[in-house]
């Protein structure tokens, strides 16, 4: 009786979700400021020194079939301040279907303005030019079977496929301001007709500002904006405020268009590690519940300072 009960439960996500579920190839995170290079190849090297990030959502949830992901990634410049390497991992899974992304990012940046120096110690506020591509695959799968709906023959033969994928990006920061415009994957409806899949472009721009609220530079508050384009659906966008105090705690909420909310707080470990936790809950899609998240963040050398 109960595994009829999940086929049944696992079969109404996939039905009011499939297009969602087919959107989420390159998801949007309520934690995406922690592991922005998931999302733009510009980003890699961005930090001085190496950082690794690893952020889940929905995990601790106890409903079968609900969505969830779980990304990791590794940062750092190479071999100089305008190179920048990064690599990770993405697993998006949804009832019974499940994407998971494998990438390498590589970038080439611009420094410029009069107080730029070749070998400083770059920081946050560097004038800077970033354009960046990754490459990597994706392994696309739906396993029908597990449903156990014999009488439907749509329902009788697994599907597996694997991408190919190519993006581009590019970051611009200026001082306190930053921009970014990203296509994490430009391949996908070109490999559309060879897999069978119905997977589509995604677009994403994002915009932000840092600033103290004091000469003491106590409370940090960066206040954001991302935008998500897919074609044949609505634009997307996240409304996010992050807020960081002395480098010890952060925490902050925002709002995204599909009438969902998110929270975060967390504190900083110690100068290089930090633990933050994530809630999302949305108003519209009441089958799918509020869902909880861990962000992990490691940075070497001085961290965060």
Known sequence: MKSIINSIAALLIII?????????????????????????????????????????NGYFNSFDGSPKNVDFSINKSAWSDRLGLAAGISRDEIGVTNTTNFFTSYSYKIYYGSNYKAGEKRSAN??????????????????????????????????????????????YNYNKFYLGLSAPNVLNEAWNSKNNTNLKNVYYSYLGYRFFTSSRED??????????YMEG???QADFNLLANYKNKFEFGGGYRTSNTINALAGFHVSDNFRVICTYNKSFDNVVIPDTFGLVLNYRMGKGFE
Request: glycine share 6%; aromatic share 14%.
């Open 219 to 228: 409370l940090l508050l960066n206040p954001s904006v991302l935008v998500k």
């Open 233 to 235: 659906s609505p634009f």
């Open 126 to 171: 560097s004038k800077m030019i970033s354009f960046g591509v990754t490459a990597g695959a994706m392994l696309y799968n739906e396993n029908l079977t597990e449903l156990g709906l014999e009488f439907d023959p749509e329902f009788q033969e697994n599907i597996h496929t694997f991408t190919p994928t190519v993006g581009v990006g590019f970051l």
């Open 16 to 56: 009011i979700f499939l297009e969602k579920a087919y959107a989420q190839q390159t998801p949007v995170f309520s934690s995406y400021n922690y592991n922005t290079v998931l999302i733009n190849p510009a980003h890699a090297g961005y930090y001085s020194d190496i950082d690794i990030a690893m952020t889940t």
